[in-house]
C-alpha cells in the first residue's frame, strides 16, 4: 500500500536542498508552498545562471536524488529584456522515495 510523504518531511527536504543550492555559484532557491485546498506540499524554486546549470543538475541527482525530469517549458519574452528573453523551466521530480516516515 502506498503512503503519502507527510508535509513536515517534505518541508524538511525542500530546506535541505535550499541550503545546498545557496552554495552553487550563479544559483538562487527558495521554498515555496502549493496547496490543492486539502493538503500541502512543498517545493523548491531554483533560478540558475546557465552556465551553472550543468553543475546544480549534477548535485540534484547525487546529493537530492532528484531522479526524473516531467517537463520542460521555453517561454519567449519577446518585449523583455536583453538579458531575459528566453526562459526555460524544468519541472523535477524524486521518484524514489521509499517507506516515509509516519506523520
Known sequence: MS?????STQKSAAEKMITAVGRIKGCDAELVERS??????WTVSIVCDPENWRGLAEKLLT???VDYCSLITGIHWPDGPEEKKWEVVYHFLRTGIKNPPEK
Open 3 to 7: 503512503r503519502v510523504v507527510p508535509s
Open 63 to 65: 546529493t537530492h536524488e
Open 36 to 41: 490543492s485546498g486539502t493538503k500541502s506540499r
